[in-house]
């Protein structure tokens, strides 16, 4: 029996060394469902054409989609900048996994959501896409670091994760300004197409909120804070912190949708709408 409706994931970056999948596996396994919304960046070719770190953790990911789909769950693909090769292959079906470009979901409560990576909302991946690049090398190198902090407080018995990117994008004001003007560029797209919302992925910071009377819903990533958006059997959506203290869901009051107060929210807050 399913224990939620629909999963909603994105940015799990298969195929480097930061991608979270033991943790992400975790999260599968606590969370059958009857679909599930694969949203951008799932396998990271930018990252693999520079070098390839491919666990059996992270295979077993794959396989696991795979039975999914084979066992009669929906399974649908929507690629990202990341793995934007396959956008090549939208209205393809891959071992009963749909790949499309973008999706209109409906909630068991009516309410419809675009379901799309995000990342053309994002100036700086569309025009300038060197910039990106560079600035994916120094993310790639964030996680590292941090891979060896984590290692350190361990070792000094303190219980939590920590993320050293999510600190950085919490205490730069360039990087909330450009959160939210990317919010506001995705619910206005929602917003010209008649919908309620949108759920996208890109930008790795999670959350649920509402954004000029819309719901901007972002599912966060399995680098940094191993979030997913989950939504229950009466539609409701909720995030699910997977790296949390206790590595189980969290719930909070909604998030604030200012700068100034959102910098002062952990990534990846668990809410409710």
């Not at 991946?125 to 361990?154: E, F, M, P, Q």
Request: charged fraction near 25%.
């Amino acid at each position: 029996m399913p224990q939620v409706r629909s999963v909603f994931l994105s940015d799990i970056h298969l195929g480097t060394r930061a991608c979270q999948a033991d943790r992400l596996l975790d999260f599968l396994r606590e969370h059958p469902a009857e679909q599930t919304y694969l949203i951008g960046d799932i396998i990271d070719f930018w990252a693999m054409s520079r070098s390839i770190c491919w666990t059996q953790a992270q295979n077993t990911v794959v396989q696991k989609l795979l039975r999914r789909a084979r066992h009669g769950e929906r399974v649908v693909f929507i690629p990202g900048n990341h793995d934007e090769a396959l956008r090549d292959y939208c209205g393809i079906v891959f071992g009963e996994v749909e790949v499309v470009d973008e999706l209109v979901h409906e909630t068991a409560d009516g309410r419809r959501f675009l379901l799309i990576h995000g990342d053309q909302f994002d100036q700086v991946t569309r025009h300038h896409r060197w910039v990106a690049v560079l600035g994916d090398k120094a993310y790639d190198l964030l996680v590292r670091i941090n891979a060896w902090l984590s290692w350190g407080r361990r070792k000094l018995g303190i219980a939590g994760y920590w993320s050293l990117a999510g600190y950085a994008k919490r205490k730069v004001k360039t990087a909330l300004n450009f959160i939210f003007d990317f919010e506001e560029s995705a619910v206005h797209h929602a917003r010209e197409r008649g919908l309620d919302g949108v759920i996208c992925g890109h930008i790795h910071w999670a959350g649920i909120r509402e954004v000029a009377g819309l719901s901007y819903v972002n599912c966060g990533d399995w680098v940094d804070s191993c979030t997913a958006i989950v939504e229950h059997f009466d539609g409701r959506l909720e995030l699910v912190d997977w790296g949390g203290m206790a590595a189980r869901p969290r719930l909070a009051a909604p998030a604030a949708t200012r700068v100034e107060a959102a910098a002062e929210l952990p990534v990846g807050e668990t809410v409710e709408v």
